[in-house]
């Protein structure tokens, strides 16, 4: 049986050994640097193509930006959907006090950043990508990015008062998160990202109630279709996690689809060469047709 941190690392050198491919066009949301989306084209298909909005991982950090994910949107392209690749402000270079890694997210702008995108995104597409249909719009992310696809289709039932409550459910066909750090107090149990969790929310005093705005576990049921793809063997963002997210939504009278791929870990579900990554494909093809 391979060591799993060798099963990890190999994984991720093949995720990231793809050169990061160029949007088609690229738009702000916002004054920051950090607030554009780079918009990608469906290649051949039908004239109007559902829209795949696409949120990176990297545990919130400022490490990680929009450019690593680049091949598996273009991968969707290529496969007829419009893609919209979002960028967010994420933890600063510095670690924190005591800290080996640097920060994970900022609190609140990157939830600022999320929701203002998403509200944005409709008039972004139709000046930037015509060819995306709007009303076929599924949400994907990876890892940290799996967690923000599954809070922004879950901003109409934050608690009343949240700056980033919606007043109805978002116009989704559905979310399809991949290894998403989706249960918070699981995430923190087994210490996911080095402690990314506790460091996103900003302030160990502040846990309880920042995390009732930001856990996808305490934002259930949302009423949204909802698939999770998870790797067996993931060893950075672990299948406990998921399966806590599945239970927490059956506590709450939601069932959400869990695709349980055996032999595969974190990255291949974003990497192109990899089979899991057609299995993404399918899944968000499932939804968004």
């Known amino acids: 049986m391979p060591d799993p941190a060798a099963r990890g690392a190999a994984e991720e050198a093949s995720a990231f050994s793809h050169p990061a491919v160029a949007p088609d066009a690229t738009a702000a ?30 545990a919130w950090r400022a490490l990680y930006d929009r450019r690593h994910l680049t091949p ?9 959907f419009a893609v919209a690749n979002v960028e967010y402000r994420r ?13 994970a997210g900022r609190w609140p702008e990157t939830f600022d950043d ?11 597409a139709a000046a930037h990508l015509p060819g995306a249909d709007p009303a076929r719009t599924v949400l994907t992310g990876h890892s940290a990015g799996g967690h923000l696809a599954l809070w922004a289709a879950a901003r109409h039932v934050l608690p009343v008062g949240s700056p980033w409550r919606l007043p109805a459910p978002p116009a989704l066909r559905g979310v399809v998160a991949l290894a998403p750090i989706a249960h918070f107090g699981r995430a923190v149990e087994l210490g996911v990202c080095g402690g990314a969790v506790t460091e996103l929310l900003g302030d160990a005093s502040a846990y309880e109630e920042r995390a ?5 576990s305490a934002l259930l049921p949302t009423g949204i279709a909802t698939t999770v793809v998870q790797g067996r063997e993931d060893v950075d963002v672990p299948y406990g ?8 939504a059956a506590h709450a009278g939601e069932t959400i689809g ?9 990255f291949p579900l974003i990497d192109p060469a990899a089979d899991a990554c057609a299995v993404v494909a399918e899944e968000i093809a499932q939804l968004a047709w």
């Open 29 to 58: 949301y916002g004054d920051h640097p950090d607030q554009v989306i780079d918009f990608y084209a469906p290649h051949g298909g039908p004239a109007r193509a559902p829209l795949v909005v696409a949120l990176h991982g990297g």
């Open 72 to 80: 598996f949107v273009d991968f969707l392209a290529r496969r007829g």
């Open 91 to 103: 933890g600063g270079a510095i670690p924190r006090q005591g800290g080996a890694a640097p920060v």
């Open 114 to 124: 999320v929701a203002a995108a998403l509200d944005a995104l409709p008039e972004l």
């Open 212 to 216: 009732a705005h930001a856990d996808p």
């Open 241 to 248: 996690v998921a399966d806590a997210y599945v239970e927490a």
């Open 258 to 266: 869990l695709t349980l791929l055996e032999e595969v870990g974190h």
